[in-house]
């Protein structure tokens, strides 16, 4: 994948582009994307793909002008915009799922093709989605892969817990990338998306793994329900993170979408 | 020097085994271990120690602000300082503060601290902290990275509601008011405003631009806050404020206080140990929302103020406490040199004593108090002869104030409205 930059209204995005096919906006989770990401790769086998990022991520630049959920919906939809693209496949993952969902709301005749990957957005009172603004790095793992060790194993990669200065890059990156997600996704997940899915006209599939401990599976059904026409597609053996646990698995179920 | 007889307000009934059993003191604390028939007794006898204090030559007497907190069962700290606005006549009254971000409208502290000020007689100091990520954010559910900005709004409306002697339309980001007009308003134009904080540079800016006073109140002691509060008095130097004085600066210190060091450790070193054990077991993943605190805060290398050192407290007996100058305790004469070493190495003329500590029954900091209001405090009164007239940061009370009760007798009333006795 190559790494860019486009000016948009509000601030420079970076994004990473690769493949070819059809282009494929894909929309990453809290936790960020890299232009190594195995989803990306497997992706970019079939599809064009454009991967932008929240202002704050990776090394992109900030914006304190993005406070609230339409302010992200549209800022997304600019950055469509600055790409040339007109309704592309739009994927999201996680809170990237929910900024998909949202730009499909509110512009329902731009978006034919909608792919949620366990989107966040949702709120059911009898499952709670764990709090990940209130976790501790080494507990993360648990909530987020099926296979905790491995998972484990990934998150730790170049963790040097006792060097000071990696220690404040992390805090550092974890101020600009969770301080963003914050604001759509803090205290509670959840800014009325449930009230505006009806207008979702897209053809739409929904991922989700059978083992995801963070936005339970029982979410996905609460989906299918508010978007008519949805298709559920359900992953064996896989956690929230399932972009990097099940690659294949995920970009197989997006091709549903045509 | 300005000396604030401080509570904190710990619940005093954490079981021993409370860090083994429980993740946190804050924010999710176990419900269960708050007794409401005993916090009778509790909220009763810490009030009385405030007003005690009172009684004692303390210029104020402080109270703050947290929320689902087992070392700090003061979520309203008006509430509190309303009770001691009517049962004290002279002394300050501080109140660091309130949580301003948290309040909706905020115009509702301008409020409560009018009412504070007039019932008072002018005797409100006010303090106006972002409030802890604790508080702010995993309790009252502010987003983190938009705190800050609520709070600069918060704070204008509060300061213009305050002064702006006709109502006024308010279009902020976060408050929309087309009446804006308290009622009543404060005695003092504008009360004295302190604002504690964590070492960042905005708010170090903060204080110099407003001339408010900034406090550091941390728990850690002041050889650990040498290196923050330097880094406020070289702003003060860049920014070229008028002057350096040690009022534009507070500090709180866990002081205790007995006839000789012996005595102290014996007297008081388990209830310092409750305080650092238990009242300061807070989950990691209480302290430092992603966002709450800015880039350049965290860049500058100041850690949250929540963060134990390393290996935590429990590894700290009582000598590393008083070595390290968490605590300063011992004799009045140990006392005294060490709080010169404080006040002098931070240049600090506002001091807020944490003479209660942790489960501390009250007979005891009774004594711990009274040695220091009577064998410490007067030594140290005249440590800044250059600002002795320096009261841009505390209150101004109304020379002539009413005393509460002095309604007139029954009997004269029945002579006054022409009853017959």
Redesign the interface.
Known sequence: METKTIETHHVPVRYFEGGKGEPLVFLHGAGGVTAEDPFLAKLAEKYHVYAPLLPGYGDSQ?C?EL?EMLDITLHTWDVVAALGLKDPILVGHSMGGMIAAEMAAIAPNDVSRLGLICPAGLWLDDHPIPDI????PY?LPAVLFHDVAAGTALMTAGVALDD?EWL?GF??Q??????????IL???PDRGLSQRLYRVKAKTVLVWGDGDKLIAPVYAHSWKKAIAGAELVSIPEAGHLMTLEKPGHVAAALAKLG | MKFTWFNLMPWPYLPDDFREKHRSVWVDIDSRLFDPAKSHEVYNSYMDMLEYAGTLGFDGIGVNEHHQNGYGIMPSPNIIAAGLARRTSDVGLVVLGNSIALYNPPVRVAEEFAMLDCISGGRLVAGFPVGTSMDTNYCYGQIPALTREKYQEAHDLIRRAWSDPDPFAWNGRYNKLRHVNIWPRPIQDPPPIHIPGGGSVETYDFCIDNTYSYSYLSFSGYIRAKALMQGYWDRVAQRNAPDESPYRAGFAQTICVADTDEEAERLYSEHVSYFYNRCLHVYGGFADAPGYRTIKTIQTGALSQYAPPIGGYSELTWKDLIEQGHVIAGSPETVRQRMEDLIKGLNVGNIFCLLHVGNMPMDKCMHSTKLFAEKVMPHLRGMFPDYKDDNRFWCKPLAKRVKPGSLPAEKEIAAMVGGKD
Do not use: H, I, T, Y
């Open positions: 900030e304190g406070r603004f209130a976790m501790l507990e000071p404040k805090l550092v974890n101020a600009r990338q969770l301080g963003m997600a914050g604001k803090f205290p509670v």
